[in-house]
């Protein structure tokens, strides 16, 4: 433990102030200027007597703190060497993203205290920083690449925070010592869970763990208001981090395989030439509207809805509207052959999504209008009806009969024909389409 500093209950740890002599003074000079010749100097000098190499100054920072912030190696390499207390040089190294630094201090470490080296990973006290920042969850703040990964090497992990309902006695403990402490560590460990590095270096899935943390943060942002503006800022990480890994794509296939992976299937349902779309349906359960929207994902949308009509989108509008025109009135025949022969060439057109969409319109529309057909003709029946009967006294009971047997003829025929509609058109469809898969599997 560094003599300059103190551990107390309540505030963890405290600096004390001691009053420098002449030639810490001179000592603490040497290193911010950078003078490795004269540190060294002073250093030998001094070793055999009682001097303190880590004597701290006006601002709280030891000569290896110092070295750090000036990035100098060279002499964090000296100090080092003369067996200086690192204390929380670790952590600032990684706060200054100094790679060599960390590099040369996790060594130092390793190498003086063996495996005693992953709990200084897990914990180091420190005056600068709160107690929950590990040189992980620092790293992964920082967004420093090489450091994650030397760190992760290291064996170094960040525990995903407890549910924010969570009773647990830690959280119950937690909560109660110091409330805003406690939300302060959730906040960073997701903070730091949320950098792309990270993500990239420990997840074998990367844009399903953004989706996942995406979702998490946004419904931390509604439960813990006070930090809303931090978890939105941090969901929206997530969001850019799929969207970016999406916009590296350089071609079709890799689209193709990015947009249809699903982690449940093995490796070869994966690579069928089938498109699920596995990870496009996982973009829209999350809420992923900056993925679904990405070009690249549209592009590959846009082409296969028009599949079995190309260069359909070229063509001009005139082009276009004969064309849905024809498709729509060739839609009992084109059902017929899906219904009978599903593997032949029309059964096969009408599986391409926008010709399906025409096809289920065309069906639709039919419907609509023997609907409206039946309403139309019970009305002009009605009304004809009314105007040759109304005044005729006698045969009031007569007429209701004649009405009753008129509409049920003309409903007797309708309903028939509604019911064939139904049954070829949608239930046929459904059906043939079971048939259909059936015979592909
Ligand atoms: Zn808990």
Same mark, same amino acid.
């Given at each position: 433990?560094?003599?300059?500093?103190?551990?107390?209950?309540?505030?963890?740890?405290?600096?004390?102030?001691?009053?420098?002599?002449?030639?810490?003074?001179?000592?603490?000079?040497?290193?911010?200027?950078?003078?490795?010749?004269?540190?060294?100097?002073?250093?030998?000098?001094?070793?055999?007597?009682?001097?303190?190499?880590?004597?701290?100054?006006?601002?709280?920072?030891?000569?290896?703190?110092?070295?750090?912030?000036?990035?100098?190696?060279?002499?964090?390499?000296?100090?080092?060497?003369?067996?200086?207390?690192?204390?929380?040089?670790?952590?600032?190294?990684?706060?200054?993203?100094?790679?060599?630094?960390?590099?040369?201090?996790?060594?130092?470490?390793?190498?003086?205290?063996?495996?005693?080296?992953?709990?200084?990973?897990?914990?180091?006290?420190?005056?600068?920083?709160?107690?929950?920042?590990?040189?992980?969850?620092?790293?992964?703040?920082?967004?420093?690449?090489?450091?994650?990964?030397?760190?992760?090497?290291?064996?170094?992990?960040?525990?995903?925070?407890?549910?924010?309902?969570?009773?647990?006695?830690?959280?119950?403990?937690?909560?109660?010592?110091?409330?805003?402490?406690?939300?302060?560590?959730?906040?960073?460990?997701?903070?730091?869970?949320?950098?792309?590095?990270?993500?990239?270096?420990?997840?074998?899935?990367?844009?399903?763990?953004?989706?996942?943390?995406?979702?998490?943060?946004?419904?931390?942002?509604?439960?813990?208001?006070?930090?809303?503006?931090?978890?939105?800022?941090?969901?929206?990480?997530?969001?850019?981090?799929?969207?970016?890994?999406?916009?590296?794509?350089?071609?079709?296939?890799?689209?193709?395989?990015?947009?249809?992976?699903?982690?449940?299937?093995?490796?070869?349902?994966?690579?069928?030439?089938?498109?699920?779309?596995?990870?496009?349906?996982?973009?829209?359960?999350?809420?992923?509207?900056?993925?679904?929207?990405?070009?690249?994902?549209?592009?590959?949308?846009?082409?296969?809805?028009?599949?079995?009509?190309?260069?359909?989108?070229?063509?001009?509008?005139?082009?276009?509207?004969?064309?849905?025109?024809?498709?729509?009135?060739?839609?009992?025949?084109? $059902?017929?052959? &899906?219904?009978?022969?599903?593997?032949?060439? +029309?059964?096969?057109? !009408? #599986? *391409?999504?926008?010709?399906?969409? %025409?096809?289920?319109?065309?069906?639709?529309?039919?419907?609509?209008?023997?609907?409206?057909?039946?309403?139309?003709?019970?009305?002009?029946?009605?009304?004809?009806?009314?105007?040759?009967?109304?005044?005729?006294?006698? $045969?009031?009971? &007569?007429?209701?009969?004649?009405?009753?047997? +008129?509409?049920?003829? !003309? #409903? *007797?025929?309708?309903?028939?024909? %509604?019911?064939?509609?139904?049954?070829?058109?949608?239930?046929?469809?459904?059906?043939?389409?079971?048939?259909?898969?059936?015979?592909?599997?």
């Amino acid at each position: 433990m560094n003599p300059n500093l103190d551990e107390t209950e309540s505030f963890g740890i405290i600096r004390k102030e001691v009053d420098l002599t002449n030639k810490e003074k001179q000592y603490l000079l040497a290193v911010e200027r950078g003078d490795v010749p004269t540190t060294r100097q002073i250093v030998e000098q001094f070793k055999v007597n009682n001097f303190n190499i880590n004597c701290i100054d006006t601002l709280g920072r030891t000569a290896i703190l110092i070295a750090i912030e000036n990035e100098n190696i060279e002499m964090i390499e000296l100090l080092l060497n003369n067996g200086i207390e690192i204390g929380d040089a670790l952590l600032h190294a990684i706060n200054e993203e100094n790679v060599e630094a960390v590099e040369m201090i996790l060594h130092y470490e390793i190498s003086n205290k063996g495996e005693e080296v992953i709990t200084i990973l897990i914990q180091v006290p420190s005056t600068s920083f709160s107690a929950d920042i590990t040189p992980i969850i620092l790293a992964g703040h920082r967004d420093n690449y090489e450091i994650i990964k030397l760190l992760l090497s290291l064996g170094c992990r960040i525990t995903k925070p407890h549910d924010i309902r969570c009773n647990c006695k830690q959280c119950v403990a937690g909560n109660d010592d110091d409330s805003l402490r406690h939300s302060r560590s959730r906040i960073n460990s997701y903070k730091a869970l949320a950098s792309p590095s990270l993500i990239s270096l420990s997840s074998k899935d990367p844009i399903l763990t953004a989706f996942e943390l995406c979702a998490d943060l946004r419904r931390l942002s509604k439960l813990e208001n006070e930090f809303k503006i931090d978890y939105e800022k941090l969901s929206l990480k997530c969001q850019e981090f799929a969207v970016d890994l999406l916009e590296q794509t350089r071609g079709s296939s890799e689209l193709h395989i990015i947009l249809n992976h699903d982690t449940n299937s093995t490796a070869d349902e994966n690579y069928t030439e089938r498109q699920r779309l596995a990870r496009l349906k996982v973009a829209i359960k999350y809420k992923q509207k900056k993925f679904v929207s990405h070009p690249n994902c549209q592009q590959l949308l846009a082409s296969l809805w028009y599949e079995g009509l190309p260069g359909f989108r070229r063509k001009n509008v005139v082009a276009k509207i004969c064309i849905i025109q024809a498709i729509g009135f060739m839609f009992p025949i084109l $059902s017929l052959c &899906y219904l009978l022969i599903p593997t032949c060439f +029309l059964g096969q057109l !009408i #599986r *391409k999504p926008f010709i399906k969409f %025409i096809i289920h319109s065309a069906s639709y529309i039919t419907f609509l209008c023997k609907f409206i057909f039946i309403y139309i003709l019970n009305y002009r029946e009605n009304l004809l009806f009314h105007e040759k009967y109304d005044n005729n006294l006698k $045969s009031k009971i &007569y007429t209701r009969q004649i009405y009753a047997t +008129l509409r049920s003829n !003309i #409903r *007797k025929n309708e309903t028939f024909g %509604i019911f064939i509609h139904i049954l070829v058109y949608n239930e046929g469809s459904s059906m043939t389409h079971w048939v259909n898969n059936k015979a592909q599997s």
